[in-house]
């Protein structure tokens, strides 16, 4: 897979590249795992996303990354069948906005 449509935060990630650098397909399977930077990225994506990247690894790690995937899209889909995006909450075809609006 391509990372042409990537943004660029996610091309120059340092863990994504640490792992390629490792021959690692997810950050779980190294022996440092969870490390110094993941732990900072988790306790980020924790309190401004409320998801666990660490959780999630380990769910990857025992159920295998299909069945993370089933439970995931429950979360993930929007009714029109677009992907509602974790860092702005709003869904990549029809524009609805999931954000709480408490």
Do not use: Q
């Amino acid at each position: 897979m391509g990372d042409e449509n990537k943004p660029e935060r996610c091309k120059k990630c340092l863990i994504a590249i640490c792992a390629a650098e490792r021959n690692l397909k997810y950050c779980f399977e190294c022996g440092d795992f969870p490390c110094k930077s993941v732990k900072n990225l988790d306790k980020s994506y924790r309190t401004r996303y409320k998801a666990s990247l660490i959780e999630n690894s380990k769910m990857v790690g025992e159920d295998g990354v299909e069945e993370f995937m089933k439970t995931e899209k429950n979360k993930w889909i929007c009714c029109c069948g677009g992907i509602v995006g974790i860092h702005d909450s709003i869904c990549s075809e029809c524009g609805k906005d999931f954000r709480s609006k408490e």
